[in-house]
């Protein structure tokens, strides 16, 4: 049982609570509305906001390299124009995947 020292044996035990009704579960009840006290810092608001540009911006750049794939795109390579859509929207999201950390 978790929290328990018993490693071996018998035993006959009576459940008085489970879950949240528990010790365990007052702990966690408590780290819970303890986290929801905090605010974020200056530097963690920042860094959010930063994040979110940086999305915007590497959406805006694999959005621009699938646009300027458009003429390549029924190119003799591909057997028609929308495998190459497919190709190069491919390229763009593994762009945008290995951009965003």
Same mark, same amino acid.
């Given at each position: 049982? %978790? @929290?328990t020292m018993v !490693? %071996? @044996?018998n035993a006959l035990a009576v +459940? !008085?609570?489970t879950g949240m009704s528990t010790q365990f579960g007052k702990i966690q009840q408590g780290v !819970?509305? %303890?986290q929801q006290d905090l605010q974020k810092t200056p530097l963690a608001m920042r860094i959010d906001e930063f994040g979110n540009q940086l999305t915007v911006i590497i959406g805006i750049i694999c959005v621009a390299v699938?646009? +300027?794939?458009?003429?390549k795109m029924g190119g003799s390579s591909f057997a028609n124009k929308f495998d @190459? %859509? +497919?190709y190069y929207a491919k390229v763009a999201v593994a762009l945008g995947v290995a951009a965003i950390p």
């Open positions: 049982f %978790a @929290g !490693t %071996a @044996g +459940v !008085t609570s !819970t509305d %303890a699938w646009l +300027v794939s458009i003429p @190459g %859509a +497919v």
